[in-house]
């Protein structure tokens, strides 16, 4: 018996049919709708983890910078429930900082003139040594420089989403600050170092440094926040460093899951704002897909977005085929490297086909197929054995049942 599926793809639903004897099932933990988002941020700022309300940490001169994570959903709804809380707490406007990382759009802040009227606005330079402070130096010599403003700041509130990531396992929270916030020596010595492998209980080196730096610095205070579906707010978890490993655990209860067999069709959706959509999130929905693939597997990535693409993107399309990009990609380190790392090893090792609002040439020379519609997804599910769908493809990490 054949049951449609409806998966989102951007803001549309595209209805597909898998017919039952042919779907691989996705085993998840169970879980409600969110409550209303605002309720939720000033539930985790009141009742933090294994903390005191957020508020009694604060004095009313405390100069704060909130390192904030501009690709949030509904990020200047949160920001406000945020300033909001920090006025509860007498701290004005004009003590406030709200610090953005290079990748943030440049007109991010004049989007929100109006409703953060008052509150400073910086996007971090890290080639800029006047806006850099040297903070310490690790355990294994690395010396380390950060933003001047975070380091000068009397309370550090780090607002981002905690997220799956190729480069430290778990985005968000402490690498938030390092390397995100570094100079571009430390910024740069990371990038390209990706892993197709999924986060285990283990935390990942660039983790493991990068909360060693958040020690250093004092005691930030964490708004970890867990996406659900489309531009959805699953969860917030807020404390202090203690509270990550929290932000881990709720982040695999709404996203982590297993399938019983290894499908040869895989078809990988991405919802929500296609405004919010990367390369990146290309290509970790294709790798999410390429886990639980045999290599050779045919892969459709759906997405309504018409990514940037960067200079690691536009050398990929000048090459014959994808063997050799990893050595390209480390000559030249674009600063879309890790992205196109990861898009290079599913495109060499996978069939991939994409649904996207770019055009079919610029597909093709990211060596995919380029598809259009439910119509020719469907082709593409009627002629595999076994069919897997994942929504959300770049949010989740699936693995196979031993």
């Known amino acids: 018996m054949s049951m449609p599926n409806e998966l989102m793809v951007g803001l549309s639903s595209w209805s597909l049919t898998v017919p039952a004897k042919r779907a691989v099932e996705v085993t998840r933990t169970p879980f409600a709708a969110p409550p209303p988002l605002a309720e939720l941020v000033q539930k985790a700022l009141d009742k933090p983890f294994g903390f005191e309300p957020l508020r009694r940490a604060l004095t009313p001169d405390d100069r704060v910078t909130i390192v904030l994570d501009s690709q949030l959903p509904k990020v200047a709804e949160i920001l ?31 989007q929100h003139a109006v409703e953060f009227a008052g509150v400073k606005r910086e996007i971090h330079d890290p080639a800029d040594r006047k806006k850099l402070a040297y903070l310490a130096s690790t355990r294994e010599g690395r010396r380390i420089y950060l933003n001047r403003t975070l380091v000068d700041g009397d309370f550090i509130i780090v607002l981002t989403g905690r997220g799956y990531d190729p480069l430290a396992g778990y985005a968000g ?54 996406e659900g579906a489309g531009d959805t707010v699953q969860d917030v978890v807020a404390g202090l460093l203690e509270s990550s490993p929290e932000g ?41 897909a390429a886990r639980v693939a045999p290599k050779g597997s045919r892969i459709a990535v759906l997405t309504a977005a018409t990514p940037t693409l960067g200079d690691g993107a536009q050398l990929l399309r000048s ?13 030249r380190k674009p600063a879309d490297w890790s992205a196109c790392r990861l898009w290079a090893y599913v495109v ?6 994409l649904a996207s609002g770019l055009p079919d040439a610029v597909a093709e020379e990211l060596f995919t197929t380029p598809i259009h519609g439910q119509d020719e997804v469907q082709r593409l599910i009627d002629s595999g054995e076994k069919v897997l769908l994942i929504p959300d493809a770049h949010k989740t990490i699936l693995a196979t049942e031993e």
């Open 80 to 110: 406000e429930v945020v300033l909001g809380y920090l006025r509860t707490a007498l701290i004005p406007p004009e003590l406030v900082t709200v610090l953005t990382t290079p990748e943030a759009p440049q007109n991010w802040s004049e």
């Open 173 to 226: 929270a402490e690498v938030a600050i390092f390397p995100a916030l570094g100079d571009d020596e430390n910024r740069n010595a990371f990038q390209g170092q990706v892993s197709i492998d999924a986060p285990g209980e283990e935390a990942w080196s660039i983790r493991v440094e990068a909360e060693e730096v958040v020690r250093m610095l004092g005691m930030p205070f964490f708004v970890q926040i867990i």
């Open 248 to 288: 881990v655990r709720r982040q695999d209860a709404r996203w982590f899951g297993t399938v019983t067999d290894e499908p040869d069709t895989v078809v990988a959706a991405i919802s929500g704002e296609p405004e919010r959509v990367t390369f990146m999130d290309l290509a970790k929905a294709a790798v999410c």
């Open 319 to 331: 090459m014959d085929s994808p063997a050799g990009a990893k050595r390209f990609l480390a000559k």
């Open 348 to 353: 060499k090792n996978y069939s991939i086909f």
